[in-house]
């Protein structure tokens, strides 16, 4: 075996691969004695078929293509184990000269990378402060899982529920596609209907039918419908009184299923706001962080390793759909909708944004020096273990100390936290 090794512009690696004679005859007998177990040929018994009586019968090409499909993986991991390397992707491979079994193995390698602009980027991170109006907000949202919702005959006002059909229609009375609902429960004043709709209904009653013209907003997720001018033809079913709970020691047990005042519930849902907003700001500069990079680093990498990323990247996405009990179909429109793109053009764009960020961040870690030692490392497993109920803290530790694999992902996130802060 011969092998030739260059490079590309776009981060692979070609290996030019020339059997010899003697491989050739090793790997054509091979093939041979497979493909004479599925053949039959009158005075030959099944799997005792000679290589030149199949090529006889079938011709030199078939026998050729046979040869190929049964040992090209078998002669491409050969060809890595000679030149010690270890691809990055799947390769591509292509039969060069088919009279001579000359194959070339086209894949992926690391890229060189220029990270000389990202020295420049700084990313401030703004936390939203929260209010006394958020908790009370919040102490709502708890108290409505415990709410009581009773029909009344009278009509309806903000904050009640309204159990209603309804559907929408064009200028000419035509139904619009994805506006119609069946037996809908509707709070009056949750804003979670198109402006107009919901204070519309205030001051119907059971039995109403009413006509709501109205105007879908330019930025509407729905891209169909951005802009729409629109009119709802509504019936109310029932309307009904909503009546929450007083919040009480006890009710406060039931809620954070520890016992506490009242005044102490309030503080740990003001901590609790907090922890999130400053995780969502965090979150968001992350992105930002991430997005200056890519904008700022060059480099280029390989359509086989996008390739490969689109596929893994797919399957997370079914997974997702999975986990809503959504369609895959369903899933795809959603994401098209929201994303303005195909599916497929979204799928590229995040694969190939994906995998350059990888390479972006290991280059910097490099730059910066940052490791985690494992004595660091056992250090915040017990920490994490500190911070779980008292009942499950040696699992969590066995947890981390018997899966290598998840012991390298805590790694991995700590040393990308550090990276982090020198951006922000």
Excluded: W
């Excluded at 420049?120 to 009581?148: A, C, G, Y």
Aim: with cysteine; proline share 3%.
């Amino acid at each position: 075996m011969k092998i030739q090794k260059s490079t590309t512009k776009e981060s692979e690696i070609l290996l030019t691969v020339s059997l010899e004679d003697s491989e050739v005859k090793t790997y054509l007998d091979k093939a041979s004695k497979e493909l004479s177990k599925q053949v039959s040929i009158k005075g030959f018994r099944k799997g005792h078929v000679p290589a030149d009586v199949l090529e006889q019968h079938y011709g030199k090409d078939i026998l050729t293509d046979f040869m190929y499909d049964q040992n090209l993986s078998e002669i491409y991991q050969k060809a890595l184990i000679d030149q010690k390397i270890h691809p990055l992707s799947s390769p591509s491979v292509e039969i060069k000269d088919r009279e001579n079994h000359v194959i070339e193995f086209k894949f992926a390698t690391t890229p060189e990378i220029d990270t000389k602009a990202c020295k420049d980027i700084k990313i401030t991170v703004k936390t939203e402060k929260v209010s006394k109006k958020d908790v009370e907000q919040e102490i709502q949202n708890n108290l409505q899982r415990f709410q009581e919702v009773k029909e009344v005959e009278r009509k309806a006002k903000d904050s009640d529920e309204v159990v209603i059909n309804f559907e929408g229609f064009d200028k000419d009375n035509n139904p619009v596609q994805n506006t119609k609902g069946e037996n809908y429960p509707l709070k009056l004043g949750s804003n979670s209907f198109i402006p107009g709709f919901e204070e519309g209904l205030v001051g119907t009653k059971k039995g109403d039918k009413k006509d709501l013209p109205l105007e879908f907003p330019k930025d509407y997720h729905a891209k169909e419908l951005q802009g729409a001018k629109i009119t709802f033809k509504v019936e109310v079913l029932k309307v009904n009184e909503i009546q929450l709970p007083e919040l009480n020691e006890e009710l406060v047990e039931k809620i954070s299923h520890k016992k506490q005042t009242v005044e102490e519930f309030e503080k740990d849902v003001t901590e609790r706001l907090k922890n999130r907003a400053e995780s969502k700001s965090k979150a968001e500069a992350e992105d930002k962080l991430y997005s200056e990079f890519l904008k700022k680093a060059k480099l280029t990498i390989s359509p086989l390793m996008i390739k490969d990323e689109e596929s893994q990247l797919q399957k997370e996405l079914e997974q997702n759909a999975q986990r809503m009990h959504m369609p895959f179909e369903s899933y795809k429109q959603a994401l098209e909708t929201k994303e303005g793109k195909t599916f497929e053009e979204f799928l590229k764009a995040q694969s190939e944004d994906r995998v350059k960020l990888r390479f972006i961040i290991q280059e910097l870690m490099k730059e910066h020096k940052i490791d985690v030692k494992d004595e660091e490392l056992d250090k915040e497993i017990n920490e994490k273990a500190a911070e779980a109920p008292k009942e499950i803290q040696e699992q969590v530790k066995e947890y981390y100390n018997s899966n290598a694999q998840a012991k390298e992902v805590l790694r991995n996130t700590i040393k990308l936290e550090r990276l982090l802060k020198n951006y922000m």
